[in-house]
């Protein structure tokens, strides 16, 4: 009798333990009702590729049914949303900063439905709960493989708008490239467009033309048409956002990006367990969702300065100093 009430003492310690442990919904994975909206096609290999990704490792890992919306148009933003708010939905995700104002909006008419927009900057108590993943750190990262592959010593990069989240990542891109090669200078632009994959090969063409011989695109399918511009003419490219090494190459270097299969875990996990605050839920470096992919032109100094500039991040040796107002670094 002694030991069978030892057996049941240790299962009853082993049960608290894992309840203190494992996180606490406030009801089944499958019966929260989740939706994401997109910006563009799941197809694009960027953006809202990388998005997607993020949802099925939710889905999978937890247990959830998120569902997902493609193609939404700027037009569209405030009724998506209030369509699937009216229905009572628990969740709205949005996958960029471009769906802030429409949610803001929403939110306030729909207390019960939490709205969290992906690269989001603006809060609001009780509901709009924005996850702003570093992309900076990432960027950053990816100047400095830039800095070191130039041969002219003129970088292009475009971004998608020039929105303050945007110049700030293309400011870390170039002080990152400056880190490890002084004399590298940038030719900046701004294509309006996440989506025009003609004018991303323009672009490039032109910016090629100018002597960059290292582009860097965050504009979703517009960097699709200067990836094409870059192969066909022999300059190289940074990959952002996914990973686009397969896309040309040998021409993609290597790719800087964001597990978004990580990040959505962990937001819809924090979503789920009330732990999903209404501010701007910074994750980034310390939070292992940065990941860099390199292909084989990329050597082992590169590499290396790479995994130093990572670990001052870990240890908040660099960036938390730096100024990202609009106009640093911006020439």
Partial sequence: MKFKSFVLAGILVLALLLAVSMPTFAQSAED??????????????????????????????????????????????????????????????????????????????????????????????????????????????????????????????????????????????????????????????????????????????????????????????????AIQAADERGAKFIGFASNQNDVAPGTVQASVYLNFEGLYVWIVENFMSGELEPIVNEVGVNQGIVEVVYSDQIGEEVKADVEKATEAIRNGDVLDYFSLSPEALDK
């Fill in 32 to 225: 929260y009702k989740m939706v994401l909206l997109l910006p563009g096609s799941i197809d694009d290999q960027s953006w809202n590729a990388t998005n997607y990704s993020g949802l099925v490792a939710a889905n999978e890992e937890l247990g959830t049914n998120i569902e997902y919306v493609e193609n939404v148009q700027a037009s569209d933003f405030e009724s998506t949303m209030r369509n699937y708010a009216q229905r009572g939905y628990d969740l709205i995700l949005a996958a960029g900063t471009q769906f802030d104002e429409a949610a803001q909006r929403i939110s306030e008419s729909y207390p019960e439905t939490t709205f969290t927009v992906v690269n989001g900057v603006i809060a609001q108590e009780p509901n709009l709960k924005p996850v702003m993943p570093k992309e900076y750190e990432a960027s950053f990262l990816a100047g400095i493989i830039a800095g070191h592959v130039t041969e002219t010593n003129k970088l292009g990069l475009v971004g998608g708008f020039p929105n303050r989240q945007m110049i700030k990542l293309l400011n870390t891109y170039v002080w990152g490239a400056r880190t490890v090669n002084e004399d590298v200078e940038s030719i900046r632009s701004y294509a309006n467009s996440w989506s025009d994959v003609s004018l991303g090969n323009q672009m490039a063409n032109s910016m090629i033309d100018d002597q960059a011989d290292v582009l860097f695109f965050y504009a979703n399918e517009v960097g699709l048409g």
